[in-house]
């Protein structure tokens, strides 16, 4: 069993700046893909950026450039750096991971419990 734990959210103003992390835990396992979805009421959840098998990045097309995703393998947490936040940031930002369970030969998604994000105009 894998926990996420996130932190890092709350109220910003327009223009402001915030980190998100999210800690992974638990025995037995491998990390590959870490990153950020999220997702506002009534829409479906989005791509913030996620850190591929540890190489590749890919970051939503709203946020490039304004965003910066990071990973500690050793401490199997990921960071999402977000600058220059406008209100269409605003949304619950859920912690994503991809676990392969040592010896299984498959993987898990794992979802964090979100966390709020708010920027004000």
């Known amino acids: 069993q894998v926990q996420l734990v996130e932190s890092g959210g709350g109220l910003v103003q327009a223009g402001g700046s915030l980190t998100l992390s999210c800690a992974a835990s638990?025995?037995?396992?491998?990390?590959?893909?870490m990153g950020w979805y999220r997702q506002v009421p009534g829409k479906q959840r989005e791509l913030v950026a996620v850190?591929?098998?540890?190489?590749?990045?890919n970051y939503g097309a709203s946020v490039k450039g304004r965003f910066r995703i990071s990973r500690d393998n050793a401490e199997n947490t990921v960071s999402l750096q977000m600058r220059s936040l406008n209100p269409e940031d605003t949304g619950v930002y859920y912690c994503?991971?991809?676990?392969?369970?040592?010896?299984?030969?498959?993987?898990?998604?794992?979802w964090g419990q979100g966390t709020q994000v708010t920027v004000s105009s």
């Open positions: 994503y991971v991809v676990v392969y369970p040592v010896g299984l030969g498959i993987s898990y998604d794992y």
């Open positions: 850190l591929a098998g540890g190489v590749n990045t």
């Open positions: 638990g025995r037995g396992f491998s990390i590959t893909d």
